[in-house]
C-alpha cells in the first residue's frame, strides 16, 4: 500500500518551492539572513509531510511494537494541533464571513453534507466491515481540516474564503459532528453523543480559542515564534498516524487495499461534489475551488482521536490513511488547477453562453 504512494510523493516535491512564506508566518523577505535559513527550513518540512507520514508509517507498519503502546498520546497531540491553529488566526479572519455569508453558509452546508454521505455511500457500495464503516463515517462527519489553506494557494482560488470555512466548520464541529454521526450509524452502533461533543470541546474547541485568545492579545511576543506551530503540527500529525498504522498493522495486511479504495473514493466525491455543487449554485471559479478543496480535505486527525476514544483502534484506521491521502490528491489537483487562472475559466464559460444568447 505504501509504494502506491511513492509516486505521488514524488509528484508532491514539485509543489514544494511554489509554497509562499505567508502560508507559514511572516513574510521571509522581511526577515534577517539567519532567520530567513530557519524559515526555510521550517516551509520545507512542513511542506514534505506527506513525504514524513508515509516513511514513518511504513516504520511503523514494520516495527509496530514501538508505536502502538503510545495511543494515549492521540488526543494531546491533536489539541496540541488545534492550538497552532488558533494561534495562526485572528479576529479579523472571523470578520470575513460578514464579506461573504452566502458563500459561507454554502460552503458550511456543503461540508456537513457532502462529506457523510459520501462516506455512507462509500460504506454501501463497498460493503465495509462495521468497525471501518465507522471510521469512514466518522471522517465524512469531521470539519475541513487546515492543510485545505495552502492546498488553496496552490490551486489559485480564495485563501482567506478557506481560512474562513476551516475555522467556522472548526467551531460547529461540536455540535456537527456527534449529531451527523448518531444521524448516520446511531441506529446500528450506540453513538455516546455527548461524550462525542464533550471530545470536541475538550479537543478542539478550548485549544483554538486559547490560540486564538494567545495570538489576539500576544501577538508581538509570539510573532517570532509563530513560524514553529505549522511544522508542529505537521510533526504531531505525523505520530498520530503512525501510531494508529502500528496498533492496526496486522489489520493492514488484510484491509488495507480496502481502506485506500475507501478512502480515494470518498476524498474524490468530497472533491468533485464540492465543486460542481458550486458551480451550479453560479458560484464563481474561485469560489467553486476553494470549498472544492475544503469540503474534500478533512480533519483527519479529529476523526482519528475520535475513533480511537469512542469505538475502536480498526475504526481509526481510514481517517490515518485519509490523512495521507488528501494532502497527495490535494497537490495534484493544486497541480492542475494552477495552469489556468480562475478568471480565465469564468470568462471561457461566459463565452458559450453569450453566444447562444446572440443567436436568440
Not at 63 to 88: N, R
Not at 288 to 301: K, L
Request: charged fraction near 10%; charge should be neutral.
Amino acid at each position: 500500500m505504501f509504494i502506491m504512494c511513492k509516486p505521488l510523493c514524488i509528484h508532491l516535491l514539485k509543489f514544494i518551492d511554489l509554497l509562499p512564506a505567508r502560508c507559514f508566518g511572516q513574510a521571509v523577505l522581511s526577515c534577517k539572513p539567519g532567520e530567513i535559513v530557519y524559515q526555510e527550513i521550517l516551509k520545507k518540512f512542513t511542506s514534505l509531510f506527506p513525504l514524513w507520514a508515509v516513511l514513518l508509517s511504513a516504520v511503523a507498519y514494520a516495527y509496530p511494537e514501538y508505536f502502538a503502546p503510545h495511543q494515549g498520546l492521540i488526543v494531546p497531540f491533536l489539541s496540541l494541533i488545534m492550538l497552532g491553529m488558533g494561534v495562526t488566526l485572528s479576529v479579523n479572519s472571523f470578520l470575513a464571513v460578514l464579506k461573504k455569508p452566502s458563500v459561507v453558509l454554502l460552503g458550511t452546508l456543503m461540508q456537513y453534507t457532502i462529506m457523510p454521505l459520501a462516506a455512507l455511500i462509500v460504506c454501501t457500495v463497498l460493503k465495509l466491515p462495521s468497525d471501518l464503516a465507522i471510521g469512514v463515517i466518522v471522517l465524512g462527519c469531521c470539519p475541513g481540516g487546515t492543510a485545505s489553506n495552502v492546498i488553496s494557494y496552490l490551486a489559485k482560488a480564495d485563501v482567506a474564503l478557506s481560512i474562513v470555512l476551516t475555522s467556522v466548520s472548526t467551531l460547529l464541529a461540536f455540535l456537527a459532528t456527534p449529531f451527523l454521526t448518531w444521524i448516520f450509524i446511531g441506529q446500528t452502533v450506540e453513538v455516546d453523543v455527548t461524550g462525542m461533543l464533550v471530545s470536541v470541546v475538550n479537543m478542539v474547541i478550548v485549544p483554538v480559542v486559547l490560540g486564538l485568545a494567545i495570538n489576539h492579545f500576544f501577538e508581538k511576543q509570539i510573532s517570532t515564534v509563530k513560524e514553529v506551530f505549522p511544522a508542529i503540527s505537521a510533526a504531531a500529525i505525523v505520530i498520530i498516524i503512525a501510531i494508529i498504522i502500528g496498533t492496526n498493522s496486522a489489520n493492514l495486511e488484510q484491509s488495507g487495499p480496502l481502506i485506500l479504495l475507501a478512502v480515494i473514493l470518498h476524498n474524490g466525491l468530497g472533491l468533485a461534489g464540492g465543486y460542481w455543487f458550486s458551480k451550479a449554485l453560479k458560484l464563481s471559479e474561485i469560489e467553486a475551488r476553494t470549498i472544492a478543496i475544503e469540503v474534500g480535505m478533512q480533519n483527519s486527525g479529529l476523526s482519528v482521536a475520535l475513533a480511537i476514544k469512542h469505538f475502536t483502534a480498526t475504526a481509526a484506521l481510514p481517517g490515518a490513511i485519509f490523512s495521507i491521502w488528501h494532502n497527495l490528491s490535494g497537490a495534484l489537483l493544486a497541480g492542475h488547477w494552477s495552469k489556468q487562472s480562475p478568471q480565465a475559466a469564468d470568462n471561457n464559460e461566459k463565452r458559450p453562453e453569450e453566444g447562444s444568447k446572440s443567436r436568440n
